[in-house]
């Protein structure tokens, strides 16, 4: 058993002491259990899941560059094969956004890939709908009591129940791994000054005396923050990473992959970040939609350089709840959508290609005459990321941790 000595001389920041002690409505229990390999195989799996709320444009993250009718509806926002807007290559007619650099070298070594014209269940076009449904894996809004990564977690078989750990980024827990099982939360250094080492000590030892439980999980908060800000500056330190979305979303990464790294740690993850409803000037190349790319791109390469060793065994997905609509507003921007694209990444994906049933951007092809129609179900992407690694059954795929989805089969062939 690999066990982390307790880091008393690391100062808690007071988000993090608030954080420790309140949690995110799950349990934060951080213990560095020495967490058994997959059943499955001799591997020691872990998986992020990366919500991007807003909404993203799959065809300008991933232009279908090759798709006849994609230049003359995606109007000025549109990329192409050559020229002025240049998308980076991949296979079968896509491409990539110019933002994208790092994740298409991992795409280049095999170690990324897409998967276009995907959407969840929901047909609708609201926000706060469309995440409920993609985060709690329910088939429609309403149901948002738990998220299916934590219920993942919950029905992990064998000597991996109760040992296998989730991980949620951020001031407040996603959805996705909110529920009764037990999760760490942690967030990136915030504005609020950090409590000196001394008082952190003398909180530990009061409530070890006083409250075990409490104390137990302040030790955990204290060996998490510890983990999570090795390299990222002083441990402890409540410093801003920077003050642009771009350094926020790679510090967030940065820090949930030392974590993942940990002997022990979480081996689930989840992460959010905001901004990606482009209704205007979407096309701009230091424009709203450029600027989340690039943070993006920033966090898979953040990723990729802390979990080391362990990205071998690493699969990341990042998903949003819809994508937009295929023709340019007025605003130079697009409106909400249903199908998009999602990116994965990772050492445990047979990685280096776009799978999509593409099913062309004809307008008589179109959804409700406006959307790319959807032709994958997001549900089957994950429930095929997600089994074997974790040796879940279809059983619980079906009907714990994407309930009533006994219909949608899990998509062969996406990890080594």
Avoid at 13 to 37: D, H, N, Q, T, Y
Avoid at 169 to 174: D, H, I, K, L, N
Avoid at 179 to 205: E, F, H, I
Avoid at 390 to 410: H, I, M, N, R, Y
């Amino acid at each position: 058993m690999t066990m982390i000595r307790r880091p008393v001389d690391v100062p808690l920041s007071r988000r993090g002491f608030i954080r420790a002690a309140g949690g995110f409505g799950v349990a934060c229990g951080f213990g560095f259990l020495a967490a058994p390999a997959s059943a499955a195989s001799a591997r020691d799996p872990r998986f992020v899941v990366i919500i991007l709320r807003g909404a993203m444009d799959g065809l300008s993250a991933v232009p279908p560059v090759g798709d006849p009718d994609y230049a003359t509806l995606h109007g000025d926002l549109a990329f192409a094969a050559s020229g002025d807007r240049a998308a980076l290559p991949l296979d079968s007619g896509f491409g990539l956004h110019p933002s994208l650099a790092a994740f298409k070298t991992l795409y280049d070594l095999k170690q990324a890939m897409v998967v276009h014209a995907v959407a969840t269940s929901y047909r609708d076009r609201s926000h706060f709908d469309g995440q409920d449904v993609l985060e709690s894996g329910n088939p429609g809004p309403g149901r948002t009591d738990s998220g299916w990564l934590n219920r993942t977690l919950a029905a992990l078989p064998g000597p991996a129940k109760g040992a296998i750990r989730g991980l949620g980024v951020g001031a407040t827990a996603p959805l996705v791994i909110r529920g009764p099982a037990p999760a760490l939360g942690w967030a990136p250094p915030g504005g609020l000054a950090p409590a000196g080492a001394d008082l952190t000590q003398r909180v530990l030892d009061l409530y070890a005396h006083s409250d075990a439980v409490l104390g137990e999980r302040l030790h955990a908060a204290v060996a998490a923050e510890k983990v999570a800000a090795e390299g990222g500056g002083e441990p402890g330190s409540t410093k801003k990473p920077g003050g642009g979305p771009v350094d926020q979303m790679r510090a967030a990464a940065a820090g949930a992959g030392r974590l993942l790294a940990t002997p022990g740690g979480p081996r689930l993850a989840a992460l959010a970040f905001d901004g990606f409803d482009t209704h205007q000037n979407e096309g701009a190349a230091q424009g709203l939609l450029a600027q989340r790319l690039q943070g993006l791109d920033a966090s898979f390469e953040a990723l990729h350089a802390s979990l080391g060793e362990a990205w071998k065994d690493t699969i990341v997905i990042a998903v949003t709840e819809f994508g937009r609509t295929v023709r340019v507003n007025g605003t130079h921007g697009t409106d909400h959508g249903t199908a998009t694209a999602a990116l994965l990444a990772g050492g445990a994906l047979a990685g280096g290609r776009v799978v999509a049933d593409w099913p062309s951007l004809r307008p008589e092809r179109l959804y409700e005459g406006r959307d790319l129609y959807p032709t994958a179900d997001l549900r089957g992407v994950i429930k095929g990321l997600i089994a074997e690694p974790f040796g879940l059954s279809a059983k619980a795929l079906a009907e714990t941790v994407f309930p009533d989805s006994a219909q949608v089969a899990p998509t062969r062939g996406l990890i080594v």
